[in-house]
């Protein structure tokens, strides 16, 4: 069964950094590509980032890019998202998705339960 | 970027009865377009990817049709647990887009 764990979630002051990290199990980790994807309180989903199985290509959504960097080490099935100089719009759910297939499908078959920042004073 | 307007933004109905719901596009996706269930705390799931082909688990009361700017998610009779949001999602465009969702509750 695959399973997606994430962690290191919490409040955060305007400006600040978090990373966040995810733990995946029950499927072979290093080939598949992961995404983050967040949810602001009451809201939708936003796609944030996303990496290759080999880590050695990432994307960024405009919102983000230059402040989040997405990255994982297969060695510890795990995947990473460094926030720094946070806003308040970053106030989110960050869930951490599987991709459907091996390339970038972008389709999410997995989800972790999601780790909630908030950006606030 | 592609934007999704899902319709309607709430629809009532009660167990065994007939839900669709709609996802327009404000561009061809073609029929790269999947569907995501969402209960209260709980992460999304996926249901259908590539416009109507079930993704591994999702019963056969779901079903997608669509292509191109025009999608519908089909409920055959609402089960009390299908009571929840569903988003679009499309990836023809970067970047990947969701639409905002529509509340099925129950009347």
């Known amino acids: 069964e695959v399973q997606l764990l994430e962690s290191g979630g919490g409040l955060v002051q305007p400006g600040g950094s978090r990373r966040l990290s995810c733990v995946g199990s029950g499927f072979t980790f290093s080939t598949y590509a992961m995404h983050w994807v967040r949810q602001a309180p009451g809201k939708g989903l936003e796609w944030v980032a996303d990496i290759r199985g080999s880590g050695g290509s990432t994307n960024h959504a405009a919102s983000v890019k230059g402040r989040f960097t997405i990255s994982r080490d297969n060695s510890k099935n795990t995947l990473f998202l460094q926030m720094s100089n946070l806003r308040a719009e970053d106030t989110a759910v960050y869930y951490c998705?599987?991709?459907?297939?091996?390339?970038?499908?972008?389709?999410?078959?997995?989800w972790g339960q999601g780790t909630l920042v908030t950006v606030s004073s | 970027e592609t934007v999704l307007t899902q319709s309607p933004a709430t629809l009532s109905l009660s167990p065994g009865e007939r839900a669709t719901l709609s996802c327009r596009a404000s561009q061809s996706v073609m029929t790269s377009l999947a569907w995501y269930q969402q209960t209260p705390g709980q992460a999304p799931r996926l249901l259908i990817y590539?416009?109507?082909t079930r993704a591994t688990g999702t019963p056969a009361r779901f079903s997608g049709s669509g292509s191109g700017t025009d999608f519908t998610l089909t409920i055959s009779s609402l089960e009390p647990e299908d009571f929840a949001v569903y988003y679009c999602q499309q990836r023809s465009n970067w970047p990947l887009t969701f639409g905002g969702g529509t509340k099925v509750e129950i009347k």
């Open positions: 998705a599987k991709d459907i297939s091996g390339g970038y499908d972008y389709y999410f078959d997995s």
């Open positions: 590539d416009a109507s």
